[in-house]
């Protein structure tokens, strides 16, 4: 059974904290995505990646938040400076070609920033 | 750009009972249209989704949806629910220009015994 994997699922850290969270894409998917939700946004894409390369960051806060995909199986998402406003639940999707096909999601990691 | 808008935020049903759930949409050409589920503490997971043809789609877990053009609306039934339907449904709708999956806030529904 193919799925999404996201470590950690919990992070509680300090505002100024540099913050690292891992996304492990279904094998042969080459479309990732990240979402950010929070009760009063919703659902917002961050960014999301083709083939390992960014085709759209424009949700991303750029001064603090990085996105990469070192590898076909591995997608990060970096908040250095973290603060309490990055408190979120962050979801990491993929899927194949692109955003009008199916998206399969992971749990999500629950961020605190305190 | 396109939207999705659905008004209801919270729905209670009775288990058994028939369900719609409400989507509306706005973009200038055929959109594709999606309905997704969010039980507590998981991801989202694909219902179903209209691309084009038959506008009576049916999904998973016993969904179907419906897409009006006149209306612009997608609304999503099922005609019995089970308790284990209890969850945050989504609603979205990708278009073409933006490239994007954009989505509604949800409507969180609770199934009554």
């Known amino acids: 059974d193919a799925r999404v994997t996201q470590t950690p699922r919990h992070k509680v850290t300090e505002m100024g904290q540099e913050v690292t969270m891992r996304c492990q894409p279904i094998?042969?998917?080459?479309?990732v995505f990240w979402y950010r939700q929070t009760m009063m946004q919703g659902l917002e894409l961050l960014a999301y990646?083709?083939?390992?390369?960014?085709?759209?960051d424009s949700g991303m806060p750029k001064d603090r938040f990085s996105a990469e995909m070192p590898d076909a199986t591995l997608a990060t998402l970096k908040i250095q400076p973290s603060e309490p406003r990055d408190s979120a639940v962050y979801f990491c999707?993929?899927?194949?070609?692109?955003?009008?096909?199916?998206?399969?999601f992971g749990p999500g990691t629950r961020l605190t920033v305190t | 750009a396109q939207s999705v808008t659905q008004p209801d935020i919270h729905i209670t049903v009775s288990e058994g009972a028939s369900l719609e759930l409400r989507c509306n949409y706005s973009?200038?050409?055929?959109?594709?249209l999606f309905w997704y589920v969010q039980s507590p503490g998981q991801g989202l997971q694909l219902l179903l989704k209209?691309?084009?043809?038959?506008?009576l789609v049916q999904g998973i877990k016993g969904f179907e949806a419906e897409f009006k053009r006149s209306q612009s609306s997608f609304n999503l039934r099922k005609p019995s629910v089970h308790w284990s339907d209890a969850a945050e449904y989504f609603c979205?709708?990708?278009?073409?220009?933006?490239?994007?999956?954009?989505f509604g806030t949800g409507t969180l529904l609770a199934v009554q015994p």
């Open positions: 999707a993929s899927g194949s070609q692109g955003p009008q096909n199916e998206q399969y």
């Open positions: 094998l042969g998917h080459n479309t």
């Open positions: 990646f083709r083939n390992r390369a960014p085709l759209d």
């Open positions: 973009y200038g050409a055929t959109p594709y």
């Open positions: 209209y691309f084009s043809g038959d506008t």
């Open positions: 979205a709708v990708y278009g073409g220009a933006t490239n994007k999956l954009i």
